[in-house]
């Protein structure tokens, strides 16, 4: 008998809509995906902002390199 042990998959720390920042700092963005991809591991999520030429910009990061934007950050 075969034994297969599933691999679990970490929980996600951020969830699509949550508003987020680059742990190195810049400015809030918006998740618009979240999820494992096949060429890095770990949980990443793709992100959208408005730079301040006014341009959508959107980027892919791992999720240990953002975190939540706080209110301050937002409100500016």
Same mark, same amino acid.
């Given at each position: 008998? %075969?034994?297969?042990? @599933?691999? %679990? #998959? $970490? +929980?996600?720390?951020?969830? /699509?809509?949550? /508003?987020? +920042?680059?742990?190195? *700092?810049? #400015?809030?963005? =918006?998740? =618009? &995906?979240? *999820?494992? /991809? !096949?060429? @890095?591991?770990?949980? &990443? !999520?793709?992100?959208? &902002?408005?730079?301040? @030429?006014?341009?959508?910009?959107?980027?892919?990061?791992?999720?240990? =390199?953002?975190? #939540? $934007?706080?209110?301050? $950050? !937002? @409100? $500016?």
């Amino acid at each position: 008998m %075969r034994l297969r042990l @599933a691999k %679990r #998959r $970490a +929980k996600p720390a951020y969830h /699509v809509g949550e /508003v987020l +920042k680059p742990g190195s *700092g810049g #400015r809030p963005m =918006t998740a =618009t &995906w979240s *999820g494992p /991809v !096949l060429f @890095a591991p770990g949980n &990443w !999520l793709i992100c959208q &902002w408005i730079s301040d @030429a006014g341009e959508l910009q959107q980027e892919m990061f791992p999720e240990e =390199t953002l975190e #939540r $934007a706080s209110q301050d $950050a !937002l @409100a $500016a």
